[in-house]
């Protein structure tokens, strides 16, 4: 899920674990539902996102990545090989970042594409584990999930300030799996999902950000996908039916 800057919410609609048939469904500030002209096909959970523009939608369909242009009703294959998951735009919208797992190697690590460039996808980064995408907040810095082995995962930060040069840091790690960042527009603050102790229903927590200070809980029941308005003065989050919110 994602919102647009026009504050229009981007959804998959279908059943959890279903991979045919999936409808894409834009949902206004009123709670209006809107399905895209795209065709229903099998869309991944939780791996489609808006374009900076609002014009574009960017989503995966049997681990290849497309684009779909709601202006000119045209969609558009990106990646041709590998298995790829959880594309996002850049600040920009002229390139896309992922994760992908390429022959040769058990592990997904990062990529990028340029759209306006018929080259294949570049590697962005390649580390031990699995790599995640999970946004793009400015130019020159990408947030992502890291998970190595017999480990949690864990939430990173890729420094672009030197783009031949990428530069990883992490940012916040734990005991429970850290999952789902999204940083505000401002770029002060990160909120993310976490199970606070082993074995409890995760909730929505936000701290500071680049420098995580204090924690603070801000969902209060098992919550998941956080992201911000535009204007990062509201934070989203989903909860399963029937929940609190």
């Known amino acids: 899920m994602q919102l647009a800057p026009d504050g229009t919410l981007l959804y998959v609609e279908g059943l959890q674990g279903v991979f045919s048939g999936r409808q894409l469904v834009v949902f206004d500030m009123e709670g209006n539902p809107e399905a895209l002209p795209l065709a229903p096909r099998p869309i991944a959970s939780l791996s489609v996102g808006w374009s900076p523009d609002g014009e574009s939608i960017v989503f995966v369909s049997e681990g290849q990545i497309y684009t779909y242009n709601l202006v000119l009703d045209a969609t558009r294959q990106i990646t041709f090989e590998g298995t790829n998951t959880a594309p996002v735009f850049s600040p920009d919208g002229t390139r896309v970042a992922f994760s992908s797992q390429r022959p040769g190697t058990d592990v997904t690590d990062l990529f990028v594409k340029a759209l306006n460039d018929p080259s294949p996808p570049q590697p962005l980064i390649t580390l031990s584990g699995n790599e995640s995408m999970m946004q793009w907040p400015m130019d020159t810095l990408i947030v992502f999930e890291r998970l190595e082995a017999g480990?949690?995962?864990?939430?990173?930060?890729?420094?672009?300030?030197?783009?031949?040069?990428?530069?990883?840091?992490?940012?916040?790690?734990?005991?429970?799996?850290?999952?789902?960042?999204?940083?505000?527009?401002?770029?002060?603050?990160?909120?993310?999902?976490?199970?606070?102790?082993?074995?409890?229903?995760?909730?929505?927590?936000?701290?500071?950000?680049?420098?995580?200070?204090?924690?603070?809980?801000?969902?209060?029941?098992?919550?998941?996908?956080?992201?911000?308005?535009?204007?990062?003065?509201?934070?989203?989050?989903?909860?399963?039916?029937?929940?609190?919110?």
């Not at 990160?190 to 102790?197: D, G, K, N, V």
């Open 151 to 245: 480990s949690n995962v864990d939430l990173w930060m890729l420094d672009l300030s030197d783009p031949d040069v990428p530069q990883e840091r992490l940012y916040l790690d734990s005991e429970t799996n850290l999952q789902r960042i999204s940083v505000s527009p401002d770029g002060t603050l990160a909120a993310y999902r976490s199970s606070a102790t082993a074995g409890s229903p995760g909730g929505i927590y936000v701290r500071t950000f680049p420098d995580p200070g204090a924690q603070e809980l801000v969902s209060r029941t098992s919550a998941y996908v956080p992201f911000w308005s535009p204007d990062g003065a509201t934070l989203y989050y989903a909860v399963a039916p029937g929940q609190p919110i």
